[in-house]
């Protein structure tokens, strides 16, 4: 058995099966779409058959054939669940084996993603009638800190994410349960209201590389000069702005100074989207130090008059969550990781090796990194459990080394030469590098394999038959192996946001 048989084996799951095991029990296919499935997995086998002979472009082709069929598949309603776990199993399995034969220089750098309430600021939206008494008396019985007053642009954004932006709505409160315990925790010790959570859902849907046309960047859209004010560093290999924690911690102690300055929450929200010098000059132009004044007045920006009635609809919604449909999300599991400081530059690769995770999991717990490279001194997010075993197993890498080298746990019956071919090193150097003393490697062991220097990325190549247009075009804008295109052609592509504090 090759060492990728056995990454592939050492899985959670059978690939040959067509019961999908959960949590919550099995889920079963019905035989037209398991007769898809079979043929898919039959793609895929063939696959990791080329790559252990070193046939990478063969390789490829079976990897994009089985998760064509999986994309062009019409499952039925009942088949759905468990369809889309298969998928999302056979897309690991792909990543894994892809990622078995590529060197550095073949991933793909991690993307910027668009908020996907950017289409909705600068517009209005009709009111409800019936909502106006609904929502009166649902505030009366709703304890907030932050103050939740009713108006017109509330009442029309509630309508919205009450109809057409509910999608939007659920999409986002899905994906705060990721970070939405990091983010209270981190609000409380600044004495910030717990509802500011929802200035992030508008600034982002809680998207941690999103990126606005005004270059705001990260889940609370800081400019690059205002991120540095409050201690979010940027180099050509980190941006903090992109760090959810570090992020929230400098939107917090924001917030607070702007609170401190305007002494209205209200004033504090706008200001953190136009700028504290806007909502000043408005103040000082009007006399009013009140929100809803200075919106009726129209002496702040568009985007920001609508911004804050935004955050007050959603606040009210969420606090409401059966009047508005929100009692049934499901939503991501909080994150969680452990904490490695790299000593030298160290590719993400060799992380993964070590891991025994895929490199797009990585790039997900560490957002903020710009390239696949971790810079000296940076700490690395890691799945939750690996994180002693890595420091010990990185030892053994030169630091010089660990942005181009990297390591392969051998398999049953697996030479060094055909170990070579697949990652294009020689085995006398493959050998001399690990001080063997015999030709023959042992089965289990972890091997450093040397590689030279990363080359400048290559484009992905893009195909034009096969999967539908829609779906291949999501799945191309997401990376160039098969599992990356799959798993954007599950997720979509999200849209922008122009919002971010000033």
Same mark, same amino acid.
């Given at each position: 058995?090759?060492?990728?048989?056995?990454?592939?084996?050492?899985?959670?799951?059978?690939?040959?099966?067509?019961?999908?095991?959960?949590?919550?029990?099995?889920?079963?296919?019905?035989?037209?779409?398991?007769?898809?499935?079979?043929?898919?997995?039959? %793609?895929?086998?063939?696959?990791?058959?080329?790559?252990?002979?070193?046939?990478?472009?063969?390789?490829?082709?079976? #990897?994009?054939?089985?998760?064509?069929?999986?994309?062009?598949?019409?499952? *039925?309603?009942?088949?759905?669940?468990?369809?889309?776990?298969?998928?999302?199993?056979?897309?690991?399995?792909?990543?894994?084996? @892809?990622?078995?034969?590529?060197?550095?220089?073949?991933?793909?750098?991690?993307? #910027?993603?668009?908020?996907?309430?950017?289409?909705?600021?600068?517009? *209005?939206?009709?009111?409800?009638?019936?909502?106006?008494?609904?929502?009166?008396?649902?505030?009366?019985?709703?304890?907030?800190?932050?103050?939740?007053?009713?108006?017109?642009?509330?009442?029309?954004?509630?309508? !919205?994410?009450?109809?057409?932006?509910?999608?939007?709505?659920?999409?986002?409160?899905?994906?705060?349960?990721?970070?939405?315990?990091?983010?209270?925790?981190?609000?409380?010790?600044?004495?910030?209201?717990?509802?500011?959570?929802?200035?992030?859902?508008?600034?982002?849907?809680?998207?941690?590389?999103?990126?606005?046309?005004?270059?705001?960047?990260?889940?609370?859209?800081?400019? =690059?000069?205002?991120?540095?004010?409050?201690?979010?560093?940027?180099?050509?290999?980190? @941006?903090?702005?992109? @760090?959810?924690?570090?992020?929230?911690?400098?939107?917090?102690?924001?917030?607070?100074?702007? !609170?401190?300055? #305007?002494?209205?929450?209200?004033? /504090?929200?706008?200001?953190?989207?136009?700028?504290?010098?806007?909502?000043?000059?408005?103040?000082? %132009?009007?006399?009013?130090?009140? #929100?809803?004044?200075?919106?009726?007045?129209?002496?702040?920006?568009?985007?920001?008059?609508?911004?804050?009635?935004?955050?007050?609809?959603?606040?009210?919604?969420?606090?409401?969550?059966?009047?508005?449909?929100?009692?049934?999300? @499901?939503?991501?599991?909080?994150?969680? !990781?452990?904490?490695?400081?790299? *000593?030298?530059?160290?590719?993400?690769?060799?992380?993964?090796?070590?891991?025994?995770?895929?490199?797009?999991?990585?790039?997900?717990?560490?957002?903020?990194?710009?390239?696949?490279?971790?810079?000296?001194?940076?700490?690395?997010?890691?799945?939750?459990?690996?994180?002693?075993?890595?420091?010990? *197993?990185?030892?053994?890498?030169?630091?010089?080394?660990?942005?181009?080298?990297?390591?392969?746990?051998?398999?049953?019956?697996?030479?060094?030469?055909?170990?070579?071919?697949?990652?294009?090193?020689?085995?006398?150097?493959?050998?001399?590098?690990?001080?063997?003393? =015999?030709?023959?490697?042992?089965?289990?062991?972890?091997?450093?394999?040397?590689?030279?220097?990363? /080359?400048?990325?290559?484009?992905?190549?893009?195909?034009?038959?096969?999967?539908?247009? =829609?779906?291949?075009?999501?799945?191309?804008?997401?990376?160039?192996?098969?599992?990356?295109?799959?798993?954007?052609?599950?997720?979509?592509?999200?849209?922008?946001?122009?919002?971010?504090?000033?």
């Amino acid at each position: 058995m090759s060492g990728v048989s056995r990454t592939l084996s050492a899985l959670p799951w059978t690939l040959v099966a067509f019961t999908v095991f959960t949590a919550s029990g099995a889920l079963s296919l019905s035989e037209q779409t398991s007769n898809t499935v079979a043929r898919a997995e039959q %793609r895929l086998q063939q696959g990791r058959a080329a790559l252990q002979q070193g046939g990478k472009d063969a390789a490829r082709s079976h #990897f994009d054939a089985a998760i064509d069929l999986m994309l062009d598949a019409s499952e *039925t309603a009942q088949d759905r669940d468990a369809f889309e776990r298969k998928l999302e199993q056979m897309v690991e399995a792909i990543h894994r084996l @892809d990622l078995a034969s590529l060197g550095p220089a073949d991933l793909d750098e991690p993307k #910027f993603e668009k908020s996907p309430l950017d289409d909705i600021l600068d517009l *209005t939206f009709p009111i409800d009638p019936k909502l106006t008494n609904k929502v009166r008396e649902e505030l009366q019985a709703t304890a907030s800190k932050l103050p939740l007053e009713i108006t017109d642009a509330v009442l029309s954004y509630i309508n !919205y994410f009450s109809t057409k932006g509910h999608k939007t709505m659920i999409s986002g409160l899905r994906r705060a349960g990721r970070y939405q315990p990091m983010i209270q925790r981190i609000l409380d010790e600044e004495g910030v209201p717990p509802e500011i959570l929802h200035l992030a859902q508008a600034e982002s849907g809680f998207i941690p590389r999103a990126v606005s046309r005004k270059a705001a960047t990260g889940m609370w859209q800081f400019l =690059s000069w205002r991120g540095r004010e409050y201690g979010l560093m940027q180099s050509p290999y980190h @941006d903090d702005r992109l @760090d959810p924690e570090k992020a929230t911690r400098a939107a917090a102690r924001h917030l607070r100074d702007l !609170y401190a300055q #305007f002494g209205d929450w209200y004033l /504090a929200i706008a200001a953190y989207n136009c700028g504290p010098g806007n909502v000043s000059k408005a103040v000082e %132009r009007t006399g009013y130090a009140n #929100f809803w004044e200075l919106r009726n007045r129209r002496v702040l920006p568009a985007e920001t008059t609508n911004y804050v009635p935004i955050i007050v609809a959603m606040t009210i919604m969420v606090k409401n969550a059966s009047e508005y449909g929100l009692t049934d999300i @499901d939503p991501d599991p909080p994150l969680e !990781y452990d904490t490695v400081e790299m *000593t030298a530059p160290t590719h993400l690769a060799l992380i993964s090796d070590l891991t025994e995770s895929p490199v797009y999991e990585l790039q997900s717990l560490n957002p903020a990194l710009l390239k696949n490279v971790a810079p000296e001194g940076y700490s690395l997010h890691v799945p939750k459990g690996t994180g002693t075993a890595l420091l010990a *197993t990185l030892q053994t890498v030169p630091e010089a080394k660990r942005v181009a080298w990297r390591m392969h746990r051998v398999g049953e019956d697996e030479t060094l030469s055909a170990i070579g071919t697949r990652f294009g090193a020689s085995a006398g150097l493959i050998a001399q590098v690990n001080k063997m003393e =015999s030709p023959k490697p042992v089965p289990g062991d972890l091997l450093m394999i040397p590689a030279a220097p990363p /080359a400048p990325p290559k484009p992905a190549v893009r195909r034009t038959t096969g999967t539908p247009a =829609s779906k291949r075009a999501a799945a191309s804008k997401k990376g160039s192996t098969p599992a990356a295109r799959a798993a954007a052609a599950k997720k979509g592509v999200k849209k922008s946001s122009g919002v971010g504090p000033a």
